[in-house]
């Protein structure tokens, strides 16, 4: 049996007829950009994450700028991003003329090593992009005592992580900004493009609605340069379908992972966790290093498990289960196969080799089939092809 890394047919067959009505809705207004349908979206977003306001916007990479452009963050100015993440979080940073300096991350959980972005901070670094990856919770106290200690504005890359907490605190609303994206794949997903941006200064969040329309403050006075960065009404109502249900579906996750972590575990070769030693305090290895390495979870926060990425440490053994997997059809994808520092288009900044971690992990990680809607005869397919493999 095949078995997709993402099936959206499967969530959108039992909401379809609401999904239907909202698009005939959005139809006969004849309102489609901004308007009524946007703001009732951001005001329960704002709700479900326990903020004043948000933002909509027209993608999780413009949220991204938005911040920046708002926080006034341009030429001259470097900006820590990882260099293990979706490129978007280092391009964000190029488009406002910027510059990306890539720190390193934690081999087991993925997200940014505090003590490689404290080496990183020079006296021109203005702000700091951690990226909650795969839905992890990055580890933010000692990410803020940094910014802190050096005046750094902090951007929460939250794209892949809506629904995460710190502590109770959701991600995306601790630090200055907050960016979530709702690209398809994501935990809360449109059916196109769409993004979200908080920030915790009310007077940010004013300079945000004006930058998004192009700096325009009162109809057709522009006291900033803005850019089109507007979410549709039709991608907001048909995302305020889906709304009541991401607390439900993030549980669903959770339970997928819960349940993969359980089935893997008894695997031969198949180890859990991280060594301890790490600055994000992941959860204790449960032995010694193996063939296949499950997803260390953080102790600091939750997991909304936007993928499920094991690490296979072996040189090509990530390679040899991926053809095994494809050969099989069951889903499986590298995020991510390239450093970001390692990019051709960021050769000029002279910072390839400088994350040895992040360069490691490109060749050692695999994500499985991750979704709310993965039932257990799909995930005991991929569990017994993994288990064919290492057997074999
Ligand atoms: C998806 C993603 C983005 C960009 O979001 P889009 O809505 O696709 O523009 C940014 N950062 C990370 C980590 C992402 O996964």
Known sequence: MAVPLLDLKAQHASLAEELRETFARVLESGRFVLGGEVERFEAAMAEWLGVPATLGVSSGTDALIVALMAAGVGPGDEVIVPSFTFFATAGSVSRVGATPVFADVCPHCFTLNPEEVARMV??????LIPVHLFGQT??????FRIAQENGLIVIEDAAQSLGARYGDQPNGTLGDFGAYSFFPTKNLGALG???LLV????????????LRNHGDTSRYRHDYVGGNFRLDALQAALLEVKCPHLDGWIEKRQAVAARYRALLQELPGVVTGCPGDCACQCQPQTGPEGRLVLPATALHGTHTWNQFTLRLPFPGERDALRNWLNERQIGNQVYYPVALNEQPCFAPLGQAGSTPVAQRLTGEVLSLPMFPELTPAQQDEVVEAIRDWLQA
């Open 193 to 195: 493009d769409g993004g």
């Open 138 to 143: 990055a580890p933010l106290e000692a990410l």
């Open 122 to 127: 020079t006296p021109r670094t203005k702000a």
């Open 199 to 210: 920030a915790r200064d009310p007077a940010m969040q004013e300079r945000i609605r004006f």
